[in-house]
């Protein structure tokens, strides 16, 4: 508020043991002195701790006064002091400006003045009408209401919030204190500081009173918090709480640098918990995660140069794309064409510049690294974007790259052939969506790089509007190509148009041989590239800078055109040869070597023709002899790639280590005047074969032969009977999570097959994309158990509609209720009883029509009237099934002997 007063450094916060210098505060008396206050007395005590603490005082003869009933002046002198001595300033402007229209700045009792300036000002008092009414008495609901209201203003927590925590006690008359004190009324008694069980809340108060509720509020105890929490290192913590003690925490786990940590520790028993920030300002790698089965993200301490991130990153066995800089600079993405699968493989991010001083480097990082991707994706984000008011392409992105079965908008199937997926992200189009509106896309029978399944997956989006101009950076790649990027997806045949031989400029202006620009894989459209085609660039300087025209004819996919403009990149001659960084082996499911791949430190040339592994290298095993394992592999290099692919013509067994040299000129980079790689040794190893434990469901396992039976096809033999991890236990299945209760299971003659016979009633309504599951099945031999699997089925209500009510609308008619939506055929009297008083009427059920409006009922028109009013009770049962069947795909038949009593 405008007059907040101002706060110093609080005392302790209970009066009844404050320690104040006898300057400062010099009571009348003590209670013990007061005449008319008997140590026998209830509020003895409570006023003696406040006479101590200079909150309260006696009368000039030597009397307390326990019993007079307390005007509001004196409350507020009394909670005045009491705040006063919690570090609150009196207002400076007391004596200028009056707070309430009753209490004038001049007045005599200038006491009360600036008392009522301090809790007007902390919100303690209001007043009624602008005026305090200082002489008239306070009433025990009004009491209740400046006690919770001064305890805030000191405690930054009300009695009301702190009494939350605790189950109520009875306040017999609570009923009668006007609505906005009852609250503050309830928690007095939840804490104890009211002892009764009617508080008599239009009563007065009198001065002991109000000296035992005002002391026991002072001492009512606040849970601490924390105040301020400052890491001094990485695993240590200066902790001030809310009471202003400091303590020195150790952290069981080290902060990562200049990363917003949340942190939980404890302090004399009571655990607490912070958000703290360790400051780094040396700049480094503070981490190297695989987030996903294809992404790796290098966190730094501080933002890094954009220009200077590629060929940076590498982990030993993993080829890493083009890299990838956030916003802040701080984090650097770089993704693998395939699943990463890696043990104690090396990482290396090698020295990169800093954004604040381009001078300053990151300290080199090396590490080990091991992974392999267990996760099944996920939706991250969905992105709808118009120029107008609607669209009908929605860009999914997943939580890593992943094939898609099958795809629904807001329940409306999308065609096979408007599903585009590229690596993590999903295009489907062909349904239209409104901006302004909530949406709902479901992905089903996701599957990853490493086989991880997610069998439905959705998420909630909407239509983002877009009308802005998208911007472009340029920067060298490598010494004959500029890689130009927009900070939005690009009409591809705009760019291609714009960007064309000529674009390039040299330092005279002159134009400079380029291609034509070609977009960047997996960019999004936000990526091109102008390779230069003049093999003179370099004649006579290392080092040239080039202009770029960039034209105002590009568009983004919106339509949105961009500004003309021009930009300048300095390229820089390569003449360093490619280096060897890493490996990585590819086996198979059965430990089988499938491929070898030879990864290196830049983009490289692809080769004329396959490369014959024993032509270019020697291998040497384990006991110095020469070795021939490899010698059948066959290698090749795509253009742009960092990686050699050797491959076996079918999956070999290899074991052991093997010590490679690979003959110079293997491979050759992509500078204008090419540099072949020199000699170099690895040493493969290939580890020991391990027996696997698991095997895996092939798809479509399931297969719904009927309604009520679903079909589980095994890869091999499996358990059956009453043993763990057999094919014929119920616990093992689940549909749409739910157990397959009363499900009946056979397995087949050569325990391939296992049949499940659904109960009747188990599946509720139709579902084309029902989730079933199969998990904890053994094999034959029991060496190994099935990996979970999923897999949606489609599957047929077969709950049978059943009868839920009777109602009887004239003496000729009776409308039917059932508990689904149903339809009545043609025969109907033979199907049910008429029961009146006890007895089969003559009167029959003879015809149904649907009721509009309500699918669930059907109205029925008797064979012969029957007057109602003439008998006690009336009833229908059903004794055929024929003529009522619900609107299933099945069209289940209504449940027999159901018999309900009609109204």
């Known amino acids: 508020m405008a007059n907040q007063p101002k706060k110093y450094t609080k005392f302790v916060a209970a009066a009844a043991t404050a320690t104040l210098v006898a300057s400062a505060i010099v009571p009348v008396a003590s209670a013990a002195s007061f005449k008319d206050v008997a140590e026998t007395n209830s509020h003895a005590v409570n006023i003696e701790a406040l006479v101590e603490a200079g909150i309260i005082k006696g009368f000039e003869d030597g009397t307390f006064k326990p019993g007079q009933e307390l005007t509001r002046g004196q409350v507020v002198k009394m909670l005045g002091k009491w705040v006063e001595k919690q570090g609150f300033e009196i207002p400076a402007d007391f004596a200028t400006k009056a707070r309430f229209t009753d209490v004038a700045v001049d007045a005599k009792d200038q006491e009360l003045v600036k008392y009522a300036a301090l809790v007007a000002d902390t919100g303690v008092f209001n007043g009624s009408n602008g005026a305090l009414n200082a002489g008239g008495k306070i009433t025990r609901e009004n009491m209740a209401l400046v006690l919770d209201r001064a305890f805030k203003a000191i405690n930054e927590t009300s009695l009301v919030e702190l009494a939350a925590k605790i189950e109520d006690v009875k306040v017999a008359d609570l009923a009668t204190a006007k609505a906005e004190a009852r609250e503050a009324i309830q928690s007095l008694r939840d804490l104890g500081i009211s002892v009764v069980e009617n508080f008599n809340p239009k009563n007065t108060v009198t001065r002991g009173q109000f000296a035992s509720f005002l002391n026991k509020t002072i001492n009512t105890s606040v849970e601490l918090t924390v105040k301020e ?297 936000k990526q091109f590239l102008v390779e230069l085609k003049d093999n003179a660039v370099f004649a006579n300087k290392d080092s040239r800078t080039f202009t770029v025209v960039l034209g105002g004819t590009m568009t983004d996919a919106l339509g949105n055109k961009f500004a003309a403009t021009t930009k300048s990149v300095t390229l820089t001659k390569d003449a360093v040869k490619p280096v060897a960084t890493g490996y990585d082996i590819i086996v198979d499911e059965n430990g089988k070597v499938e491929e070898i791949v030879v990864e290196f430190n830049e983009a490289l040339a692809a080769t004329e023709s396959d490369i014959n592994f024993a032509s270019i290298a020697t291998v040497v095993n384990a006991e110095g002899k020469v070795d021939s394992t490899l010698n059948s592999l066959t290698g090749s290099v795509e253009k742009g790639s960092k990686k050699v692919t050797f491959k076996f013509a079918t999956p070999v067994l290899v074991e052991g280590k093997l010590a490679v040299t690979f003959n110079k000129d293997l491979v050759t980079d992509l500078a204008l005047a090419a540099n072949k790689s020199d000699a170099f040794n690895m040493t493969f190893d290939f580890g020991t074969v391990k027996t696997s434990t698991e095997f895996k469901m092939d798809a479509g396992s399931f297969d719904t032969t009927s309604a009520d039976t679903i079909k589980v096809t095994f890869p091999e033999a499996v358990k059956g009977g009453a043993v763990a991890g057999s094919a014929t236990d119920l616990a093992n299945y689940t549909l749409d999570g739910k157990a397959l209760t009363g499900a009946t299971i056979t397995i087949s003659a050569d325990n391939k097959v296992a049949t499940i016979k659904l109960a009747e009633g188990t599946i509720t309504a139709d579902n084309k994309t029902a989730v079933m599951k199969v998990s904890n099945v053994q094999n034959l031999a029991g060496t190994k158990t099935v990996k979970a699997y999923e897999q949606t089925i489609a599957v047929q209500d077969t709950k049978a509609p059943e009868l839920t009510s009777a109602v009887i609308v004239d003496n000729a008619t009776i409308e039917l209720t059932y508990n689904e939506a149903v339809l009545p055929g043609a025969s109907f009297a033979s199907d049910f009883s008429l029961i009146v008083d006890g007895q089969v009427a003559e009167a029959t059920l003879a015809t149904a029509t649907p009721v509009a409006g309500k699918e669930n009922t059907i109205r029925v028109t008797l064979s012969k009237e029957v007057n109602f009013s003439l008998v006690d009770t009336v009833a229908v049962k059903v004794i055929g099934n024929a003529s009522v069947t619900d609107k299933a795909e099945r069209k289940n038949a209504q449940k027999l002997n159901i018999e309900v009593k009609a109204k």
């Open 229 to 525: 929490a400052v890491a001094v290192d990485a695993k240590t913590l200066n902790v001030t709480l809310s009471d202003d003690s400091t303590h020195v925490v150790a952290l069981e786990k080290a902060l990562e640098a200049n990363e917003a940590t949340k942190v939980t520790f404890t302090i004399d028993g009571k655990e607490y918990t912070a958000t703290v920030t360790f400051k780094v300002e040396a700049p480094k790698v503070m981490s190297v995660n695989i987030v996903d089965g294809v992404t790796v993200e290098v966190k730094f301490s501080e933002a890094v140069l954009k220009s200077d991130i590629n060929n940076k990153v590498s982990i030993q066995g993993t080829t890493l794309d083009t890299a990838s800089l956030s916003e802040d600079g701080k984090t650097l993405t770089l993704t693998s064409d395939e699943a990463i699968n890696v043990k104690d493989a090396a990482v290396v991010v090698e020295p990169i510049r800093t954004a604040k001083d381009r001078l300053v480097k990151t300290a080199k990082y090396v590490s080990v690294v091991t992974y392999k991707d267990e996760v099944a994706p996920s939706i991250v984000s969905v992105k709808a974007v118009t120029k107008g008011k609607a669209t009908d392409a929605v860009v999914v992105t997943l939580s890593e790259k992943a094939t898609i079965g099958s795809a629904k908008i807001n329940g409306t199937d999308v065609a096979a052939d408007k599903i585009k997926v590229e690596g993590k992200t999903v295009t489907l189009e062909g349904v239209t969506v409104e901006a302004g509106k909530s949406h709902t896309v479901e992905l089903f029978n996701v599957v990853d790089t490493a086989g991880n399944k997610s069998v439905k997956a959705s998420k909630a989006f909407e239509v983002t509007v877009d009308t802005v101009a998208p911007t472009a950076t340029i920067e060298a790649a490598g010494d004959n190509a500029i890689l130009v990027t927009f900070d939005k997806a690009m009409n591809v045949e705009s760019v291609t148009k714009a960007l064309v031989n000529g674009i390039v400029k040299d330092e005279l202006l002159g134009a400079v041989t380029s291609d034509t620009a070609t977009v960047v894989e997996k960019s999004d459209n």
